[in-house]
């Protein structure tokens, strides 16, 4: 019984070594649903189209300061690819799931930088869903 619960214990401390670096985080933000850093990928659905998110994806480079190297969209994928002032390459992709819910994806780098991603999100998030003053709140009703 106790070589049993030794190899048991073998075996959960090796799965956790080698999978160390598979699934580094997992975060909500708002009516985003979830955002997903995987394997040096951020990863989340948006539930908006892909104009919207293509669009906040280069007002996010624009505000960062980052150099659009190269950008490209149709109807149904759209690319973003940058440099940093570490002249890290940055690749934002998105692929329309349905007219408004598009797959996006952000990479840094070679092997992923989860911080840098996390910050370009939370640009683009803040693109996609603008906070209303009191007055365009007043001119709704």
Not at 1 to 24: E, Y
Request: proline letters at 1%; hydrophobic letters at 45%.
């Amino acid at each position: 019984m106790r070589m049993k619960q030794f190899f048991l214990n073998i075996m959960l401390l090796s799965i956790a070594v080698f999978c160390h670096g598979c699934v580094v985080a997992a975060v909500g933000l708002g009516a985003a649903g979830t955002v997903a850093y995987v394997s040096g990928d951020l990863e989340s659905t948006e539930p908006k189209n892909i104009e919207i998110v293509y669009s906040a994806a280069l007002q996010a480079a624009e505000q960062l300061e980052l150099r659009v190297i190269s950008s490209s969209k149709d109807a149904l994928s759209a690319t973003v690819i940058a440099r940093d002032a570490d002249d890290k390459k940055i690749q934002i992709k998105m692929a329309a799931v349905s007219e408004q819910t598009t797959k996006l994806s952000i990479r840094v780098g070679t092997f992923g930088s989860e911080t840098k991603s996390q910050r370009i999100y939370k640009n683009m998030y803040n693109n996609m869903n603008p906070v209303k003053t009191k007055s365009e709140i007043g001119n709704l009703n």
